[in-house]
Each structure stands twice: as C-alpha cells, then as structure tokens.
C-alpha cells in the first residue's frame, strides 16, 4: 500500500500569478519615464523625489512577493536582494531610457531616490514578516 503525503493547507503559488504584477508595474513605470511631458496632476502633486521613491518602494515589495513565493517565510536575505537588484536595474534601464526621450533627460539623483525608496520598501516588509511571525501569505 502506498502511503499518502498529508494535505497541506498551503496553495500552491505558480510564476506567472506573482510575477504578473511585477511586470505589469514595469510596464507602467516605462510608460510614464517616456511620456514627453510629466502630466500636470502629478507634477504639481507629488515632488520628483516621492515619485521616485515611493514608485520604487512599491515595486521593491511586489517584487519580493515575487522572490519569496509570496510566503512570509520565502522573505530571506537573497529574496530581499534579489527583489532590490531587480528593482534597482529596473531604476537604472528607465533612467538610461530617457536619455533618448527628446524632452526628459536621466539623473543620478532619481537612481539614488529609488534605491531609497526601494530599501525602504524592503526594510519594512523584513521588519513586518518578522513580526508576522512569517507564517502568513504575502
């Protein structure tokens, strides 16, 4: 007779249901770095700086949500990486893209406000997970 795994109550997660919201926020972030001109809501809303940061502290979670599985407990030291590598050369390949956009150009000051952004992100999400005891889904 064979033996039979317990159930486990966990769901399975598939690749394409954690990275789909990864790709499509890139998508969007592309979109909007090579508008030719910032729409004026956002521009006279939020500075450039909170922009930046706030995009890339969003994309740094979902990410991670990606990296770990979406499982707390998946939230390791090379998830957290992984999810900051990703979002910073996301960072860098927008900012290298609008060197070509006519009317935007790329500064080193929007990589260093995502990265904040981004290790922010990623700081509170490590900080929550360990109060969360790690045993819930992202």
């Known amino acids: 007779m064979i033996k039979q795994q317990p159930?486990?109550?966990?769901?399975?997660?598939?690749?394409?249901?954690?990275?789909?919201?990864v790709a499509v926020y890139m998508a969007l972030i592309y979109y909007g770095a090579t508008m030719p001109v910032v729409p004026a809501p956002v521009g006279n809303w939020f500075s450039d700086t909170a922009l930046h940061a706030g995009g890339y502290t969003?994309?740094?979670?979902?990410?991670?949500?990606?990296?770990?599985?979406?499982?707390?407990?998946g939230v390791t030291v090379g998830a957290l990486l992984a999810a900051f590598v990703i979002s910073m050369l996301h960072g860098l390949?927008?900012?290298?893209?609008?060197?070509?956009?006519?009317?935007?150009?790329?500064?080193?000051?929007?990589?260093?406000?995502?990265?904040?952004?981004?290790?922010?992100?990623?700081?509170?999400a490590w900080a929550w997970g360990i109060m969360r005891g790690k045993s819930h889904d992202l």
């Open 7 to 21: 159930a486990t109550h966990e769901p399975r997660r598939g690749a394409p249901g954690l990275w789909l919201p």
């Open 58 to 73: 969003v994309m740094a979670v979902l990410t991670l949500r990606a990296t770990a599985r979406g499982r707390w407990r």
């Open 93 to 124: 390949s927008v900012e290298w893209i609008q060197m070509y956009v006519p009317t935007r150009f790329a500064e080193w000051r929007d990589v260093w406000n995502d990265a904040a952004g981004a290790a922010a992100g990623l700081g509170v």
